[in-house]
């Protein structure tokens, strides 16, 4: 990786922020930050917008650009990346060190009095903005508003914004037709006396109108905004997409229909426009509903007195309690996963030992037997193929300056995940190839304790994921060993392989209680620097728990595994698990046989079954 | 327990609403929190003007008076008894359900158009005042602050402000000097670059310089507050006991001494003025440090630009990390408390079958056997004593009303606690005198085994309590069983009994990182309303914890029991425990008999001894 050479971009860009045609007075400092306009986290070319001032490519940071500096914030996942990417005009902020200071701190100390700190409002969520807005305040500076994004200004060979044909869902995979849906939102506002709705995430969009795109990568979303009022439905998007017979179909946009039910096409960049009109003419009391986390842009179209801001929307807490027929998908999307898992652990078991497997053949080779599966659209996120050190990289990704052979004496791990028109996937295992050391068995045996301890804990309803997050460590705790990430997140049904609002980790107080039909992923590890990587994920789905007991008839909740591939057995030492432990293994393996084995037979995947019957012999606990 | 008649004193109250001598404008809604000018949680009976206007004398609780309505927010903990205590004047708001509005709400839902809002300034903390006066501003109205209490101005028989002579710690129960507490409170403030501290809160007062009170019952505090300015240091406080030779010998009243430790004394009413003036006299980026809990007057005297807010002061940290002098105080007050409990339990159990016992005798009894050991000082808390039914009331304490026989049929509860000059102790025992049920003992089991989880857990450097409060739940979630309450609290040093920032409970995450040498109690209990209550808890130190590994370098803690008081075996069901936690508590009685034993011996208590033995013989696992 040599770093990009930012000289002439940065003198570009420090022209344009004094270039009285983009902003109306000159503005002192410019803030790139990662995210687009719906606050996505994995975005569209054309929104890389910091990668192409900077160089540095990965999935978070900030750049600031002042007249004499140039800085990047971001954590500790991308710190050796960032330093690799970025040439000397740049100046790497490593968030989470202690003498690393924040960008408010920063900018008050290299800014010049009275300075004016440019950034695009349709980027900056809103929170943010008046965070940022009012430390500048208190030192004497301005945050203003720069409408016209002043990187697109320099970007000439800026790629056009994706606008791909959508897909339709029927109710086989949604089970709630979107008309429903729009009349739950609408009694949800009703309840909170709220006249309008502003539908900003992109997988929001998507869910409400039970529409899919591939606009992004990985995550099968297109550019749109929606504004639901109380009797009214505008769908802000562009591109011939809404010609297509299917998608009019699918949305009865040429039925003569109630007109609540009507749905306004409008061009995707007028909403700012409408939405201003919607502020507008609001009469006192009438109240539009926004997430905290929409753009500065379009929460400010809203005069305050009428905005009501919520961290989580009614749509990100419908979205995420599965109904019927998307858990009846999101299972079978992940025995066909398990399908295609079977297979590729069978092939690698084979390959490996002949030394001609690289992490990015075996990446490719799993994406190859899930691309066999029916429903299949498209990866759920880039594969995580490392072997070895590689493993200890959180977030590798194999590419071929750092691509490493697989070895029967290297651990690989590999993370990975798919979108099926029924459901998304999400799974690691970690395989040996051939004898591991006793130490490696040791380390695997605790995250494996972990992540049984999350699996099958029973928690009364109401419980918050992130009070189930350190029952994932306390086996690995107890050896002085820990993990530095969370251990899930939420999942969509054929839709972003991370959503809110829950989750199960020590960072966050602020997500909602877990309840049946949520889906999360259980993912504990643990990584060695330099040696190896260790990480054991399921996908699973909340479901109510028989107790013995029932205080206050609260009722109680746990997990039932949706992912069903192999947990090596070779990796185990089973010495270390309790009777409880060893029978959970035992059971999830006999249905992993039961049911993928019915799979396997099925399509007549031979092999792979008996690899599947093998890698599922019982464990025996010595007594 | 009857009502209050509050009709007259609503009256007299409402009259001085509207009274120009008191208000500058009428105020058309009246608010009388709970607390006092220094947010304690225990106060003098002075401060207790909510209880006075309303006959509800919980601990928590607030009070608005409009022109037509009286209105109470309590907790569940005292829907019951505020019902009892109030008369019908007063609508009791039940707070945590979801139809109890905020008071907030409540308030413009009730109040005219316009209307002004009163408030002790010195007993709102300015977070609140913040929160409230924005809700209300927003509907039109506004919060006003009335210097004049006007509960005060209608209490014709209102107590006198205590001022009770104070007791001077020295270096053998201290480990630090004052003089170099402040150097270190003063070397904070240097790192954060602020000129002048406030310290508010009692216990922060007490503890800086070393003096102990007794101005609030249960709390060794006196009403005081400090300025800490770069080299002064201002003491506010009233009465002669600054005449006391020994107080003026131990802060060096009359000694030269450099001019940074010269204490200057000062009446504690003249707080307010001295601050605004600080606050007058700063000049640009002079900051002063002031909890988030402070007052609302205090933090107006000093300008908004001026104002360091925190929530957690450099002093709540520095004191919850006790030094080698406080937890060796630590222990051998727990030891001394223990040898008062063996007695009060060899006694109950000879008396108990006798039918001659009440809760009252109960709690007498034990405050008897305190008194007798060195240095005991005053109880430090109101002790619970409940049996049967009222052990299930979580705060309960016993009155005459609600007395209750012990006996054989029933669970006994006790949490009980003493201030000894070396040590602060709480402690919960659940006793069986008779034959527990199976379903007694069963709950009671899973209770211990949450108990030793928490104990026993092995965790990072840098792990904050709240992480640790599912592994007290665990058991019984299993098995469908809660309790609805925090499983830990800090403790202080010869101090208040709960004390910040540390903590082990669900409901907070802002709670500091767990250091070695912290002090929390490990409580959790099962509640069985109108049968029994089932709490053990035992007071324990943060301790490095040795482990096989030891990740990133981080180093790991673990809890030591100050406590040592038997854990009743006989309502134990030996086979719902792991090996691990059989061991846990045959090593744990261990330590009861050696070193409360030896304690006993000493003391020449040998019946008591004799009791110690017999409680502590170990428990035998079926294999």
Known sequence: ?????????????????KNPRYVQEPVQAYIVPSGDAHQSEYIA???????????????????????QHAAMWTDGRYFLQAAHQMDSNWTLMKMGLKDTPTQEDWLVSVL????????????????????????????????????????DTIWTDCPQRPCKPLITLDLSYT????????????????????????????????????????????NPVFFAYAVIGVNTIRLFIDGDRMMDPAVREHLQLDSTLEPEFKIQVMPYRSILSELQAVGAGLSPKEKV?????????????????????????????????????????????????AVALCELFNWLEKEVPKGTVTEIVASDKAEEFRSQQKDF??????????????????????????????????????????QY????????????????????????????????????AIFPNGTKGHLLDSFARSALWDCGLDYLHGTGHGVGSFLNVHEGPCGISYKTFADEPLEAGMIVSDEPGYYEDGSFGIRIENVVLVIPAETKYNFKNRGSLTFEPLTLVPIQTKMIDVNLLTEKECNWVNEYHQKCREVVGAELERQGRHEALRWLLRETEPLARVQ
Chains 1, 2 share one sequence.
């Open 112 to 151: 010049p009095e009275g300075s004016k700190v440019g950034v695009d409002p349709f980027i900056i969520p809103a929170d943010q903005w008046k965070r940022m807005s009012k430390a500048l305040r208190s030192a004497g500076h301005d945050l203003v508003p720069v409408k016209e994004n002043l990187i």
């Open 377 to 418: 659209v498209e990866l759920s996120f880039a594969t995580i193929s490392s072997t070895g050190p590689n493993g200890a990289i959180i977030h590798y990704k194999p590419v071929p300056e750092t691509n490493r052979t697989l070895s029967v004496n290297e651990i690989f791990l590999l993370d990975s995940g798919a």
């Open 1 to 17: 990786m040599s770093p990009k050479i930012t000289t002439e971009l940065l003198k570009q860009l420090r022209q344009v922020m």
């Open 45 to 67: 070319p054309c929104d890389c917008r910091r990668a192409f001032i900077s160089g540095f490519d990965g999935s978070a940071g900030t750049a600031i650009v002042t007249e």
């Open 175 to 218: 089970g709630l037709s979107w008309r429903d849906k729009i009349v739950a939102l609408r009694s949800k506002m009703a309840e909170r006396k709220v006249m309008w709705f502003v539908v900003t995430a992109l997988d929001e969009v998507a869910w409400l109108f039970n529409l899919r795109g591939s606009d992004v990568e990985y």
């Open 289 to 337: 509903w926004l997430s905290d986390k929409a753009s500065y842009a379009l929460t400010e179209a809203i005069p305050k007195a009428y905005r009501y801001l919520t961290p989580y929307t009614p749509i990100c807490i419908a979205k995420a309690v599965k109904n019927t027929a998307e858990t009846e998908g999101m299972r079978r999307a992940h025995i066909k996963d």
């Open 421 to 456: 028109k029924d459901g998304t996937t999400d799974v690691t295992r970690t395989m040996h190839f051939g004898t591991p050391s006793a130490y490696e068995k040791e380390c695997f045996t605790y995250v494996l304790k972990g992540h049984i301890a999350v699996s099958a």
